[in-house]
């Protein structure tokens, strides 16, 4: 499973980004929207910050990583965790707990540099983590937790999710680190995390990355729903949580899908190519050790030799040397020797070989293999001299079939290693114990591609001098495997040399695998920023429609009530509230530019006896007639009120006393003429005035009603103009009006 996981780093970086990247805009968003929101300003800037790191990772992983590289994306950590640590003391700070200043981190964030110059990248990252992310992660998880008791039940259950979401990221983030060799870095690190679970500490980092943006995002999300208290927006919020996980859900792992099918077209492009390279190679190797393989077995069965290994007949050697010399020549070989039985050289291409007290090659393999009648073929290395050679043998036979001697051809592999040394990518001729013997990377040679045993290495150091212990693969690779060499993840392609257990092997990078998969990525991010643009924007679409109705709603409660206020509930007309403001309105007016106001009081002759005769309900409806009827034989600007049980008033502004008894005539006949419903005819009386100027509201409303008094008293159904000398006595009068 650790494997699997491995292959799929790239979209784990990825989605561990986009995870905090989506942090960062709810929290954002939370900040806009709170009065003092600095501390999720910084909450975002850190999610922000942190998920462009987790990209650059990504980044370095598909197009190389470098020392200076390295650094940024360490640095660029370092801030973010500085940010965590400082949303969890300014939300302290808010909540009442006595914190210093921002000065604090300079002395932590020296400490880490400090570190970083002495240690490494490495080093500095794990102390950043357990200096800032351990802490600063733990106090988000406090804060939130302090911080829900004030929100309603559903967003405090969110806030608490949040909470535990950053306790787990402390010891994700905080304490699961590189592995280094000092306590407790070389005891809980991301090997320890690999064997436990099986899978990287990335992938939990991101899954938690998650939880809390989607966490925040409904504690927000709820809160505004508790602000605006719209039964449409909460429900509407719940069903956009779930589709948002589940479009979160749908669109990661069809990515992951496509990701790892575009992944896989390649993989399998790059085990063929490696497979036909591979073959290439082995080839090649082939070709160089073919000739030498078929001219010795044609050395071995030349005649000649026979006579000076049994001692019998007479041994023509000027024609056996010319012959072993022509074999050399022909096959391409360094040298070509005879061996008797027991080792000892009989012949060679060089005459050296033949000198008095030159070793015996009884005991080498190739000669041990012959001698018992089989073909001896051996890649030997020189640790003296660093030659790499091949070595092949046969058994020469005299006439009965017995074995006397052995041909022997020797080929230098130089040629081979100069053809091969531009070859694009790497390859590696190791012996059978895995040691590189030539390679095209000069750093790999004797290097270990797999651990081996001690017994191993101590006959391995006596056939190459000094071997780099320090292997490249975890374990011994049979054929072709994905692999992880030297920390990075490699295509290992083994393939066995004829006649032999020594091997080539290639590596295939797959940096180009990732970066033929990051089209998939590319892909699930701009589905991604389209689906949550949609579902934010549709969000927001809600939100302020609700905003809009409750709006709308309050102007019509604010206007319903201001009507119920200044309209008589029985007949609709003006109340009295209303016809007093208008009449203070109109006086002011007639005041400041001396146009004429008229009141016309009037009311229903022998109303009662309606009442009695018929109910109060049918006196309502005749109230209610004669007030749909009168406002059509008056003005406009006239201003029609009830003025309390069955008396009416009409102010007539621009009119004088004897437009405004001419208008009252009309109505008064107008009236007598309708039929009321249940009742028959009804008759009204009239009580008009003229406003004088400095008259009050009341003096004024008084003369009117003394009229109506007057056209009541003379006989009823009439109109009476109350005389304006009368409100001049009255204004003359030293004690007013009685």
């Given at each position: 499973?650790?494997?699997?996981?491995?292959?799929?780093?790239?979209?784990?970086?990825?989605?561990?980004?986009?995870?905090?990247?989506?942090?960062?805009?709810?929290?954002?968003?939370?900040?806009?929207?709170?009065?003092?929101?600095?501390?999720?300003?910084?909450?975002?800037?850190?999610?922000?910050?942190?998920?462009?790191?987790?990209?650059?990772?990504?980044?370095?992983?598909?197009?190389?990583?470098?020392?200076?590289?390295?650094?940024?994306?360490?640095?660029?950590?370092t801030?973010?965790?500085?940010?965590?640590?400082?949303?969890?003391?300014?939300?302290?700070?808010?909540?009442?707990?006595?914190l210093?200043?921002?000065?604090?981190?300079?002395?932590?964030?020296?400490?880490?540099?400090?570190?970083?110059?002495?240690?490494?990248?490495?080093?500095?990252?794990?102390?950043?983590?357990?200096?800032?992310?351990?802490?600063?992660?733990?106090?988000?998880?406090?804060?939130?937790?302090?911080?829900?008791?004030?929100?309603?039940?559903?967003?405090?259950?969110?806030?608490?999710?949040?909470?535990?979401?950053?306790?787990?990221?402390?010891?994700?983030?905080?304490?699961?680190?590189?592995?280094?060799?000092?306590?407790?870095?070389?005891?809980?690190?991301?090997?320890?995390?690999?064997?436990?679970?099986?899978?990287?500490?990335?992938?939990?980092?991101?899954?938690?990355?998650?939880?809390?943006?989607?966490?925040?995002?409904?504690?927000?999300?709820?809160?505004?729903?508790?602000?605006?208290?719209?039964?449409?927006?909460?429900?509407?919020?719940?069903?956009?949580?779930?589709?948002?996980?589940?479009?979160?859900?749908?669109?990661?792992?069809?990515?992951?899908?496509?990701?790892?099918?575009?992944?896989?077209?390649?993989?399998q492009?790059?085990?063929?190519?490696?497979?036909?390279?591979?073959?290439?190679?082995?080839?090649?190797?082939?070709?160089?050790?073919?000739?030498?393989?078929?001219?010795?077995?044609?050395?071995?069965?030349?005649?000649?030799?026979?006579?000076?290994?049994?001692?019998?007949?007479?041994s023509?050697?000027?024609?056996?040397?010319?012959?072993?010399?022509?074999?050399?020549?022909?096959?391409g070989?360094?040298?070509?020797?005879?061996?008797?039985?027991?080792g000892?050289?009989?012949?060679?291409?060089?005459?050296?070989?033949?000198?008095?007290?030159?070793?015996?090659?009884?005991?080498?393999?190739?000669?041990?293999?012959?001698?018992?009648?089989?073909?001896?073929?051996q890649?030997?290395?020189?640790?003296?001299?660093?030659?790499?050679?091949?070595?092949?043998?046969?058994?020469?036979?005299?006439?009965?079939?017995?074995?006397?001697?052995?041909?022997?051809?020797?080929?230098?592999?130089?040629?081979?290693?100069?053809?091969?040394?531009?070859?694009?990518?790497?390859?590696?001729?190791?012996?059978?114990?895995?040691?590189?013997?030539?390679?095209?990377?000069?750093?790999?040679?004797?290097?270990?591609?797999?651990?081996?045993?001690a017994?191993?290495?101590?006959?391995?150091?006596?056939?190459?001098?000094?071997?780099?212990?320090?292997?490249?693969?975890?374990?011994?690779?049979?054929?072709?495997?994905?692999?992880?060499?030297?920390?990075?993840?490699e295509?290992?392609?083994?393939?066995?040399?004829?006649?032999?257990?020594?091997?080539?092997?290639?590596?295939?990078?797959?940096?180009?695998?990732?970066?033929?998969?990051?089209?998939?990525?590319?892909?699930?991010?701009?589905v991604?920023?389209?689906?949550?643009?949609?579902?934010?924007?549709?969000?927001?679409?809600?939100?302020?429609?609700?905003?809009?109705?409750?709006?709308?709603?309050?102007?019509?409660l604010?206007?319903?009530?201001?009507?119920?206020?200044?309209?008589?509930?029985?007949?609709?007309?003006?109340?009295?509230?209303?016809?007093?403001?208008?009449?203070?309105?109109?006086?002011?007016?007639?005041?400041?530019?001396?146009?004429?106001?008229?009141?016309?009081?009037?009311?229903?002759?022998?109303?009662?006896?309606?009442?009695?005769?018929?109910?109060?309900?049918?006196?309502?409806?005749?109230?209610?007639?004669?007030?749909?009827?009168?406002?059509?034989?008056?003005?406009?600007?006239?201003?029609?009120?009830?003025?309390g049980?069955?008396?009416?008033?009409?102010?007539?502004?621009?009119?004088?006393g004897?437009?405004?008894?001419?208008?009252?005539?009309?109505?008064?006949?107008?009236?007598?003429?309708?039929?009321?419903?249940?009742?028959?005819?009804?008759?009204?009386?009239?009580?008009?005035?003229?406003?004088?100027?400095?008259?009050?509201?009341?003096?004024?409303?008084?003369?009117?009603?003394?009229?109506?008094?007057?056209?009541?008293a003379?006989?009823r159904?009439?109109?009476?103009?109350?005389?304006?000398?009368?409100?001049?006595?009255?204004?003359?009068?030293?004690?007013?009006?009685?």
């Open positions: 499973m650790s494997t699997f996981f491995i292959n799929q780093l790239d979209f784990i970086f990825f989605f561990y980004g986009l995870a905090f990247i989506l942090l960062g805009t709810t929290c954002l968003a939370i900040a806009r929207s709170k009065d003092r929101g600095e501390a999720w300003a910084v909450l975002s800037g850190f999610a922000f910050v942190h998920g462009v790191g987790e990209w650059l990772d990504l980044s370095a992983l598909i197009v190389g990583d470098g020392a200076a590289f390295a650094v940024v994306r360490v640095m660029l950590m801030v973010s965790f500085v940010l965590l640590l400082d949303f969890a003391r300014l939300e302290a700070i808010r909540l009442g707990v006595n210093p200043g921002r000065w604090i981190y300079v002395p932590v964030v020296m400490l880490v540099a400090l570190i970083g110059v002495t240690g490494g990248v490495t080093a500095a990252s794990i102390a950043a983590r357990y200096a800032l992310a351990f802490p600063g992660a733990l106090g988000a998880s406090f804060v939130l937790t302090w911080g829900t008791r004030t929100l309603p039940a559903s967003a405090r259950y969110a806030g608490l999710c949040a909470s535990i979401g950053f306790l787990l990221y402390a010891f994700a983030a905080g304490a699961i680190v590189p592995a280094a060799p000092f306590w407790p870095a070389n005891i809980v690190n991301h090997g320890w995390f690999v064997s436990w679970v099986g899978a990287p500490i990335q992938l939990f980092r991101g899954l938690l990355a998650c939880w809390i943006a989607f966490s925040i995002w409904a504690m927000w999300v709820q809160q505004l729903a508790g602000q605006l208290r719209s039964a449409r927006y909460t429900t509407f919020v719940r069903q956009q949580f779930i589709w948002t996980l589940v479009a979160m859900g749908t669109i990661l792992v069809s990515g992951w899908t496509l990701t790892e099918f575009l992944g896989g077209i390649y993989r492009d790059v085990q063929e190519e490696s497979r036909r390279d591979i073959d290439l190679l082995a080839s090649r190797l082939s070709g160089d050790t073919a000739s030498v393989d078929a001219m010795v077995k044609a050395l071995a069965g030349f005649p000649s030799f026979q006579p000076r290994l049994t001692g019998s007949g007479r023509d050697d000027n024609t056996a040397q010319s012959f072993l010399d022509l074999a050399v020549e022909a096959s070989a360094r040298r070509g020797y005879i061996l008797d039985g027991t000892a050289v009989v012949a060679s291409s060089n005459s050296r070989d033949v000198l008095p007290g030159k070793p015996s090659y009884g005991t080498a393999v190739y000669f041990r293999q012959s001698i018992v009648g089989d073909g001896g073929y890649f030997v290395f020189d640790a003296a001299t660093g030659a790499r050679d091949y070595y092949a043998s046969q058994p020469i036979r005299a006439a009965d079939g017995k074995i006397v001697g052995v041909a022997v051809l020797t080929k230098s592999l130089d040629a081979f290693e100069a053809d091969l040394r531009e070859f694009s990518r790497p390859y590696f001729f190791i012996d059978p114990q895995g040691v590189v013997a030539m390679t095209n990377r000069p750093e790999a040679l004797h290097r270990t591609l797999w651990p081996l045993a017994t191993v290495k101590t006959s391995l150091s006596r056939q190459f001098g000094k071997v780099d212990d320090h292997p490249m693969l975890e374990r011994e690779v049979v054929d072709g495997t994905w692999a992880t060499v030297d920390t990075e993840r295509y290992v392609r083994r393939r066995f040399a004829d006649h032999s257990q020594w091997s080539l092997v290639i590596l295939k990078p797959t940096r180009e695998i990732f970066a033929t998969r990051f089209l998939g990525i590319v892909i699930t991010l701009l991604t920023i389209m689906a949550l643009i949609y579902l934010v924007g549709k969000g927001r679409w809600i939100h302020d429609d609700v905003l809009a109705d409750n709006r709308v709603r309050l102007q019509e604010t206007q319903d009530l201001g009507v119920k206020a200044t309209t008589d509930p029985l007949t609709g007309l003006h109340n009295r509230l209303n016809f007093d403001q208008a009449l203070a309105r109109e006086i002011e007016r007639s005041q400041r530019y001396g146009t004429p106001l008229s009141l016309i009081l009037y009311d229903i002759d022998h109303f009662k006896r309606v009442n009695d005769s018929y109910g109060h309900l049918i006196g309502d409806k005749v109230l209610v007639q004669l007030s749909r009827f009168v406002p059509n034989l008056i003005r406009t600007t006239d201003f029609l009120a009830r003025w049980g069955e008396e009416f008033v009409i102010l007539a502004s621009g009119s004088g004897p437009m405004a008894f001419q208008a009252a005539e009309k109505l008064r006949d107008a009236v007598g003429q309708v039929v009321f419903e249940d009742v028959g005819t009804i008759t009204c009386s009239f009580g008009v005035t003229q406003w004088v100027p400095g008259e009050t509201a009341m003096e004024f409303i008084a003369r009117a009603d003394e009229a109506l008094y007057h056209a009541k003379n006989g159904n009439q109109v009476v103009l109350a005389p304006q000398s009368e409100a001049i006595k009255l204004k003359a009068s030293p004690t007013g009006p009685l």
